[in-house]
């Protein structure tokens, strides 16, 4: 026998069986609307709050908690809770829910309901202090003027997002008179019994949250860099889990430049590694290898692929314990041959990227489909040497130049050729200052907007203002004082006398 869904009284959260739309229906007209659930999200109450502008009194109790950590922390507690406790641990968990709820106007316009109606005590809340209530119960009682007394529902939804529309759920309605007279006195019983909470969440949201009134600018300066900035915070500790080889001194700037790095090459498929010389590109990269899955196939110059050379690829890779197979940049069919034979190749390093800037040699076009579909890594100090087309040559082994990802410079074609016929009348001016200043213009042009989405590159000036600890770790290990070209050793030690 097929039944069909709206003769029933379960409520599953299946397309046009939602909670939240027979709440909207049951509570536009209502009197009263009771609320006992183990969760209540304040992110969620928007779902409901303009179908309640009607109804006199609003009372949720919370039963369990507010989320599944809280009951983590509490389910070895079998005493009921102080009232201080449980005030402490709301505040808590409404902070912690607003940090991480959705960005979105309709969920903050009803937070912005809930503190009014709050305030002006149309909804009370209450906190009930044991572990042990994990009912979920919907009371809604009509106006004298109606057909019935009300309708409970109750089954295992929850007072959220998830529980009123985005799980799947079993709910059941009733409208049997004594199951409604049940419902309604239970509620009073544990009503009676709760702590009554309603100050807690106000003050809570008021001065804890984003919607604190009274963040000042500098505040919201800083929330601006803690949101643009926490994926890089939180990875910090990443590299910490892979093998750095012993005696290793780990230093800032360059774990930061692992950070800036990886997140480049996820967002862009590729990555410029462009330290100044002597700030170790090399370690870097083998840092940011040693982060990435796959494959990882290392083209360089001879001199640089010599064992006997201590800084050389192969021994840098090998003290930190990443397998990669290394070919000299003159034998780029064996580097086609190697990657036709294996498939599970996915990051290409370049080092000395600059010698590739010419799109019309046959090595660049061996290159390009040798990178083509993998994680490109681009080490060169100086990746812009003669012209504009030096950095697009570079950036078209990973980015489609017709429709880049970069943001603003979708066709990276066209942005350079602009910049080279700036360049090519500033030349034919036969006026040396001018051509010296627009080349500046271009220059500063294509690191503001295409080069810093793309790029780690500090310069020593960078790292004596903001790497101090680095370069007394630097002084003190013989062994990373190699990585340094004597002239920067001169500066470093003539810098630290006066720090």
Known sequence: MNLSRTDLTFITNEPGRTLKDRFVVLIKDSKFFDCLVGYFYLSGFYNLYKALENTEKIRILIGMGISQEAYDLLKEQEHLLSHFEIKKHIEAEIENELAECEDKREIEEGIIKFLEWTKNKKIEIKAYPSRKLHAKLYIVTFKETDRDIGRVITGSSNFTQSGLKDNLEFNVELKNPADYEFAKQKFEELWSQAVEINETFVQTVIEKTWLNPNITPYELYLKLLYEYFKDELSRTDEILTKYLPQDFKELTYQKQAVINAKKILEEFGGVFISDVVGLGKTYVTAMLVSQLDGRTMVIAPPALLDENNPGSWPNVFTDFHILAKFISTGKLDEAIYELNKREDYKNIVIDEAHRFRNESTLSYEKLAEICRGKR?????????????????????????????????????????????KKLKIAKRSNNPERYIEEAKEVAKEIRNRVLKYVMVRRTRKDIETYFKDDLEKIISNSQRLKLLNQSFISLIIRKMKFL
């Open 376 to 420: 490109v890594i681009l080490v060169s100090a100086t990746p812009y040497n003669n012209s504009p087309k030096d950095i697009l040559a570079q950036l078209k082994l990973f980015q489609n130049a017709r429709k880049s990802t970069i943001p603003g410079v979708s066709d990276l074609e066209r942005f350079f050729s602009q910049l080279e």
